[in-house]
Structures are given as structure tokens and as C-alpha cells.
């Protein structure tokens, strides 16, 4: 019995850091303009992701979350080794598809935050909503590469 719970201990284990990142880079070139996109996409939870991206030269963050009811993003900390920064230029956003409640913000990413990242040992992240308490994580060490990967292309 002991042997038995030892193994699904171990399985669970090695689950758990298989599923811990969910993020790839992913590279888009528009047909139309030619503009090319080059994103990393982090899974915190089925109903929260960040995106991080370079839009045709706009470095970007983008907050999606899925509910049952609205809940707007108000403001956006990020925190890069042991410096926190005030994300500016928030624009948040909502809508109903489905049944589904999906409210997102795009954060514009400056040259002095781009160098803070690319610097980075460790970033955390507090989300602030008009409603309901703030969400704090922290950006696995493997996002974190593909991000400044993101950066240095």
C-alpha cells in the first residue's frame, strides 16, 4: 500500500510540473500588411491568460479572463526584481460571447519596462479590478525566457 501511494504521489508530482507552463511562441505573419506578430501566451488558470507580445513593433501585455460575471481591470502592478512599476495606458474591455463573460486589458510595454524585462531574474504580476479583490502570480522562469526571447528577435 505504501509502494502504491509512493507512485501516485510521484505521478501527481511530475504531473503537476508537466502542466505548471502552458505558454509557446507563436510568430504570425498578415498576408494583407505584412506585419508580423510574435506572442507568448501564459495559462495561469482555464479562465486567465497573459499574453505577451511584440505587435509589429508594439511590445504589449494583453489580460484575458473568462467569468461568470464582469469584472473590469482598473490598474496593473508588475513587479521585476524586487522593483515595482505602475502599468499606464490600460484599456480594458468586456463582452458576453456565448454566455460567457471575457474581460481583457492591453498594457503598451515602453522602452524603460522592455529593459527591465529583458533583465529580469523574477516578475510578478497584481491585477487590479474595479470590483472585486486584486490577483497576484508570478511569471514561470520558462515564460520569462520566451518573453525576453520575445525582446531580443
Known sequence: MRKFILIVLTALILLTNCLCCF???????????????IKSTYEITPFYNVTFGDYDGYVCLVFVRFAATMHYFDSIDIKINKKIYKL?????DGEIIDG??????VVFVGEQGQRAIKDANEIQIRVYYTDKPSSTF????????????ILFK
Open 100 to 105: 460567457v463573460v471575457r474581460t481583457n486589458a
Open 23 to 37: 505558454a509557446e511562441i507563436e510568430t504570425k505573419v498578415d498576408e494583407f500588411d505584412g506585419a508580423v506578430t
Open 88 to 92: 499606464e495606458n490600460i484599456h480594458p
Open 138 to 149: 508570478k511569471i514561470p522562469d520558462s515564460v520569462l525566457t520566451e518573453w525576453k526571447t
